[in-house]
C-alpha cells in the first residue's frame, strides 16, 4: 500500500501563500511610498515657482517703490522751484511798485498843491499837505482814486491856513496803498479810449 505525505504539500502551499503576502503587502508599502515621494517631489517643485515669484514680485515692487520716490522728489523740487520763482516776482514787484506809486503821486497832484507829508503804514496811507482851495484838493483826490495805486481815498482835514501871507487850505488825505495792484484794478485805472460819438462830437 502506498502513503502519500499530504503535509509537506500544505506546508508549502502555505508557506507559498505568505510568501505572495509579502510581496503584495511590499508592493502595496512600495506604491504608498512611490506616491508620497512623488507628491514630495511636486510640493517641492511648486514651492521652488512660488518663491521665485515670490522674488519676482518684491523686486517690482522695490522698482516701483523707487520710482515713486523719485516722482515724490521730482514733485518736490517742482514746488520748491515754483515757490522760488513766486518769491523772485514779489521781490521784483516789490521793488517796481514804490517808484510807480511816487509817479502816480506826482502826476495826481495839481499845480497848486504840495504834499509835505506821506505816511504808509501796512498798506494804510495818509498824505498831508496844502493846496490853493478846496477844488484843487478835489481835484487831487480824485485823479488820486483814478490810479491804480490809491483806493478808497477820503479826506480826513481840510482847515484854513496862512502861509507867507497866503490863504492855503491845509489838508490830510487817507488811502489804501497797493504796491501790487490786481489786473482788475489795472483794467478800470487804464485810459479808456474816446468814443465815436465823441471824437465826432469834436471841432
Same mark, same amino acid.
Given at each position: 500500500?502506498?502513503? /502519500?505525505?499530504?503535509?509537506?504539500?500544505? #506546508?508549502?502551499?502555505?508557506?507559498?501563500?505568505?510568501?505572495?503576502?509579502?510581496?503584495?503587502?511590499?508592493?502595496?508599502? %512600495?506604491?504608498?511610498?512611490?506616491?508620497?515621494?512623488?507628491?514630495?517631489?511636486?510640493?517641492?517643485?511648486?514651492?521652488?515657482? +512660488?518663491?521665485? #515669484?515670490?522674488? %519676482?514680485?518684491?523686486? #517690482?515692487?522695490?522698482? /516701483? #517703490?523707487?520710482?515713486?520716490?523719485?516722482?515724490?522728489?521730482?514733485?518736490?523740487? /517742482?514746488?520748491? +522751484?515754483?515757490?522760488?520763482?513766486?518769491?523772485?516776482?514779489?521781490?521784483?514787484?516789490?521793488?517796481?511798485?514804490?517808484?510807480?506809486?511816487?509817479?502816480?503821486?506826482?502826476?495826481?497832484?495839481?499845480?497848486?498843491?504840495?504834499?509835505?507829508?506821506?505816511?504808509?503804514?501796512?498798506?494804510?496811507?495818509? +498824505?498831508? %499837505?496844502?493846496?490853493?482851495?478846496?477844488?484843487?484838493?478835489?481835484?487831487?483826490?480824485?485823479?488820486?482814486? %483814478?490810479?491804480?495805486?490809491?483806493?478808497?481815498?477820503?479826506?480826513?482835514?481840510?482847515?484854513?491856513?496862512?502861509?507867507?501871507?497866503?490863504?492855503?487850505?491845509?489838508?490830510?488825505?487817507?488811502?489804501?496803498?497797493?504796491?501790487?495792484?490786481?489786473?482788475?484794478?489795472?483794467?478800470?485805472?487804464?485810459?479808456?479810449?474816446?468814443?465815436?460819438?465823441?471824437?465826432?462830437?469834436?471841432?
Amino acid at each position: 500500500m502506498i502513503r /502519500i505525505n499530504l503535509l509537506s504539500t500544505r #506546508e508549502i502551499e502555505a508557506e507559498l501563500g505568505r510568501r505572495q503576502d509579502i510581496v503584495v503587502a511590499v508592493l502595496g508599502i %512600495g506604491g504608498v511610498l512611490a506616491v508620497c515621494v512623488a507628491v514630495l517631489l511636486y510640493q517641492v517643485f511648486r514651492t521652488t515657482m +512660488l518663491q521665485r #515669484e515670490l522674488s %519676482g514680485l518684491r523686486a #517690482e515692487i522695490a522698482s /516701483i #517703490e523707487d520710482s515713486a520716490k523719485e516722482v515724490a522728489q521730482l514733485q518736490a523740487t /517742482i514746488a520748491s +522751484l515754483k515757490q522760488k520763482v513766486g518769491v523772485i516776482e514779489s521781490l521784483s514787484k516789490k521793488k517796481v511798485g514804490p517808484v510807480r506809486v511816487m509817479e502816480s503821486l506826482s502826476a495826481s497832484a495839481p499845480e497848486r498843491l504840495w504834499v509835505t507829508e506821506f505816511k504808509e503804514n501796512s498798506g494804510n496811507l495818509t +498824505l498831508n %499837505g496844502m493846496a490853493v482851495d478846496n477844488q484843487t484838493v478835489a481835484d487831487f483826490m480824485k485823479a488820486l482814486q %483814478g490810479t491804480q495805486y490809491f483806493r478808497d481815498v477820503e479826506l480826513v482835514e481840510a482847515a484854513q491856513m496862512q502861509q507867507d501871507k497866503l490863504a492855503l487850505k491845509k489838508f490830510a488825505v487817507r488811502s489804501r496803498l497797493l504796491y501790487q495792484p490786481q489786473p482788475e484794478q489795472q483794467a478800470k485805472a487804464a485810459p479808456q479810449p474816446a468814443s465815436a460819438d465823441a471824437k465826432a462830437a469834436k471841432p
